[in-house]
């Protein structure tokens, strides 16, 4: 490629700001805002329009927030015991662990997302008020109660699990937005595509996200296992 | 129908309510802070449409709303309310006496979202539909949370304003987390309108060999992740990488198969979102929701995932998009 003399490389300091702002651990979101100031600016952007585009490109991001419309009934059932009623239920399966637990979420959530049903599961919807308690109600079948830094890192695995469980199965979907955003690039640049072909292409690798996120679910289980079993022989020779 | 506005203005209802309850605690700055977030959900309709017949001046109020809200995020702090013991035996014996009940309106959630997302299309009256089309999965979220707070108000007997308060608990815990996944939006629309992502794919696109399609693999794969981490979405890194390199280098000259390039280019850049605080929707706001004392643990339980997925996308192109 023969570099232009028309590309303006000063919108690039917005991307150095990202990087040192959370290197420096500022707040985020200040972060963020000063970062699109300075790229604007840098791009030769007048403060009003600089303005102008911020609030329309914030507003057009609302659905974003869509939900919060599920944390009243959310909030509710968790103060009249939902989670602990999610971990008594899970307590009560005797062939129950973690890894099975955590496993069978992932499966879930992954072939609801390759169904189409993205919002079905969420951190707000499923993992807070059910997933997380049951993983640790499940953890605590084999290991009794939880250290706060296990608990922690539960809690973490599950939210990383329903991350991976969307990600790598909403792209075997043909009607969602990556599939049709590959495929109009490509329509845009005279390349003719169906969207399924692009959807089976995507099928390699949810199977491997799958494979192993799962190896790594059970190795977690039993490196719980092993850590407590440690810590006992350690106690024991005390 | 019901347009998705009039969801937009329930959720302005929420952040409003937020608003009240920290003004009748005397914290102003919270209490400015969910004012100014409730507005754009308010009156946003009303302001893009303004913008669109030239008025400059309400879209440029929202712009400094959104710079007003950062500056109040900065001073913010993070966290709930420690949990009592109180509490704790109080949510305990409720447990026990509503038992298996409570699960209902928790599930109803997920299966009337199912529910509406498949039926919801053929809902109507007088041959209007009653969801809006075009924002089908959301609408139909938005429905099923709040049929789901009717049942969770009758299975609990809860006073209607309690299910207010424990949503303004739950809102107010979030703080300006909440934001982070709009401003990040915003921000790569900010990007994208001031050509960031062009000058990236020039700077790569001046270090690489390109007649070499290994090389020019590993470019785009590489540049896929690293523009996912910085933008936080791989949907605004894909046409940069693909216009900057997969096209012109790995389709054009070295006849790479663009349904293989496009599908597991674009799977190599959700390997970033696992990776990248800018994902705040998906890595950041859930460390705040699970009450994680480090922001950053969602990431750390993921990165073991994402590098030897990452390895596995890099050897199935190398492996079978030239072919």
């Given at each position: 490629?023969?570099?232009?003399?028309?590309?303006?490389?000063?919108?690039?300091?917005?991307?150095?700001?990202?990087?040192?702002?959370?290197?420096?651990?500022?707040?985020?979101?200040?972060?963020?805002?000063?970062?699109?100031?300075?790229?604007?600016?840098?791009?030769?952007?007048?403060?009003?329009?600089?303005?102008?585009?911020?609030?329309?490109?914030?507003?057009?991001?609302?659905?974003?927030?869509?939900?919060?419309?599920?944390?009243?009934?959310?909030?509710?059932?968790?103060?009249?015991?939902?989670?602990?009623?999610?971990?008594?239920?899970?307590?009560?399966?005797?062939?129950?662990?973690?890894?099975?637990?955590?496993?069978?979420?992932?499966?879930?959530?992954?072939?609801?997302?390759?169904?189409?049903?993205?919002?079905?599961?969420?951190?707000?919807?499923?993992?807070?008020?059910?997933?997380?308690?049951?993983?640790?109600?499940?953890?605590?079948?084999?290991?009794?109660?939880?250290?706060?830094?296990?608990?922690?890192?539960?809690?973490?695995?599950?939210?990383?699990?329903?991350?991976?469980?969307?990600?790598?199965?909403?792209?075997?979907?043909?009607?969602?937005?990556?599939?049709?955003?590959?495929?109009?690039?490509?329509?845009?640049?005279?390349?003719?595509?169906?969207?399924?072909?692009?959807?089976?292409?995507?099928?390699?690798?949810?199977?491997?996200?799958?494979?192993?996120?799962?190896?790594?679910?059970?190795?977690?289980?039993?490196?719980?296992?092993?850590?407590?079993?440690?810590?006992?022989?350690?106690?024991?020779?005390? | 129908?019901?347009?998705?506005?009039?969801?937009?203005?329930?959720?302005?209802?929420l952040l409003a309510c937020t608003a009240l309850f920290n003004l009748r605690e005397r914290r102003f700055a919270m209490a400015a802070f969910w004012v100014i977030l409730a507005a754009?959900?308010?009156?946003?309709?009303?302001?893009?449409?303004?913008?669109?017949?030239?008025?400059?001046?309400?879209?440029?109020?929202?712009?400094?709303?959104?710079?007003a809200l950062?500056?109040l995020a900065?001073g913010g702090r993070?966290?709930?309310?420690?949990?009592?013991?109180?509490?704790?035996?109080?949510?305990?014996?409720?447990?026990?006496?509503?038992?298996?009940?409570?699960?209902?309106?928790?599930?109803?959630?997920?299966?009337?979202?199912?529910?509406?997302?498949?039926?919801?299309?053929?809902?109507?009256?007088?041959?209007?539909?009653?969801?809006?089309?075009?924002?089908?999965?959301?609408?139909?979220?938005?429905?099923?949370?709040?049929?789901?707070?009717?049942?969770?108000?009758?299975?609990?007997?809860?006073?209607?304003?309690?299910?207010?308060?424990?949503?303004r608990?739950?809102v107010d815990?979030?703080g300006w987390?909440?934001?982070?996944?709009?401003?990040?939006?915003?921000?790569?629309?900010?990007?994208?309108?001031?050509?960031?992502?062009?000058?990236?794919?020039?700077?790569?696109?001046?270090?690489?060999?390109?007649?070499?399609?290994?090389?020019?693999?590993?470019?785009?794969?590489?540049?896929?992740?690293?523009?996912?981490?910085?933008?936080?979405?791989?949907?605004?890194?894909?046409?940069?990488?693909?216009?900057?390199?997969?096209?012109?280098?790995?389709?054009?000259?070295?006849?790479?198969?663009?349904?293989?390039?496009?599908?597991?280019?674009?799977?190599?850049?959700?390997?970033?979102?696992?990776?990248?605080?800018?994902?705040?929707?998906?890595?950041?706001?859930?460390?705040?929701?699970?009450?994680?004392?480090?922001?950053?643990?969602?990431?750390?339980?993921?990165?073991?995932?994402?590098?030897?997925?990452?390895?596995?996308?890099?050897?199935?192109?190398?492996?079978?998009?030239?072919?």
């Amino acid at each position: 490629m023969i570099p232009s003399t028309a590309v303006n490389y000063w919108p690039l300091l917005g991307v150095a700001i990202v990087v040192a702002g959370f290197a420096l651990r500022r707040n985020p979101v200040l972060v963020v805002i000063v970062a699109g100031l300075v790229s604007g600016l840098a791009a030769g952007f007048g403060p009003g329009e600089l303005l102008a585009l911020l609030g329309t490109a914030f507003i057009e991001n609302r659905a974003l927030l869509m939900f919060l419309l599920t944390l009243p009934a959310v909030g509710l059932l968790e103060r009249y015991g939902l989670r602990e009623r999610a971990r008594d239920w899970i307590a009560g399966f005797r062939r129950m662990n973690l890894a099975r637990f955590q496993i069978a979420y992932l499966a879930v959530r992954q072939l609801t997302s390759m169904a189409g049903l993205t919002h079905v599961a969420g951190h707000a919807q499923t993992v807070r008020p059910l997933a997380a308690p049951m993983s640790e109600a499940a953890a605590e079948r084999e290991l009794g109660p939880l250290s706060p830094a296990e608990r922690d890192r539960v809690r973490a695995t599950t939210a990383a699990t329903d991350n991976i469980g969307l990600f790598f199965g909403e792209d075997v979907f043909v009607a969602i937005g990556a599939v049709l955003l590959i495929q109009g690039f490509f329509a845009r640049n005279g390349i003719v595509l169906e969207p399924l072909t692009i959807a089976l292409w995507a099928l390699p690798t949810a199977l491997a996200a799958f494979a192993i996120h799962a190896l790594r679910l059970w190795l977690f289980r039993r490196a719980l296992l092993r850590s407590r079993s440690t810590q006992a022989a350690a106690d024991a020779a005390d | 129908m019901l347009r998705i506005e009039y969801l937009y203005a329930l959720i302005a209802a929420l952040l409003a309510c937020t608003a009240l309850f920290n003004l009748r605690e005397r914290r102003f700055a919270m209490a400015a802070f969910w004012v100014i977030l409730a507005a754009p959900f308010a009156l946003g309709d009303t302001i893009l449409a303004a913008a669109r017949d030239g008025l400059a001046w309400p879209s440029q109020a929202a712009g400094i709303g959104v710079i007003a809200l950062g500056l109040l995020a900065a001073g913010g702090r993070l966290g709930s309310e420690p949990d009592t013991a109180e509490a704790a035996a109080e949510r305990r014996a409720a447990a026990r006496r509503l038992g298996n009940r409570l699960f209902w309106p928790a599930l109803s959630i997920p299966v009337l979202t199912l529910a509406l997302f498949f039926g919801g299309g053929h809902l109507g009256w007088n041959g209007r539909p009653l969801l809006d089309p075009k924002a089908l999965t959301l609408s139909a979220l938005a429905i099923a949370s709040l049929i789901a707070l009717g049942a969770a108000l009758r299975v609990t007997r809860a006073p209607p304003l309690q299910a207010l308060g424990e949503g303004r608990r739950l809102v107010d815990a979030l703080g300006w987390a909440i934001l982070l996944p709009m401003v990040l939006a915003t921000l790569g629309g900010v990007f994208a309108a001031t050509g960031v992502g062009e000058a990236v794919a020039e700077l790569i696109g001046m270090v690489i060999p390109t007649g070499n399609r290994i090389a020019c693999l590993l470019a785009f794969a590489f540049g896929m992740v690293f523009f996912t981490v910085i933008m936080g979405n791989a949907f605004a890194a894909f046409p940069v990488m693909m216009a900057g390199i997969g096209l012109p280098l790995l389709i054009r000259q070295h006849g790479a198969d663009p349904a293989l390039l496009g599908a597991v280019g674009m799977l190599t850049g959700y390997c970033g979102t696992l990776l990248t605080p800018m994902a705040a929707n998906f890595n950041i706001v859930p460390a705040v929701l699970l009450e994680l004392p480090d922001q950053h643990a969602v990431i750390r339980a993921q990165i073991g995932t994402a590098l030897p997925l990452l390895a596995f996308n890099i050897a199935l192109m190398a492996w079978l998009v030239f072919r």
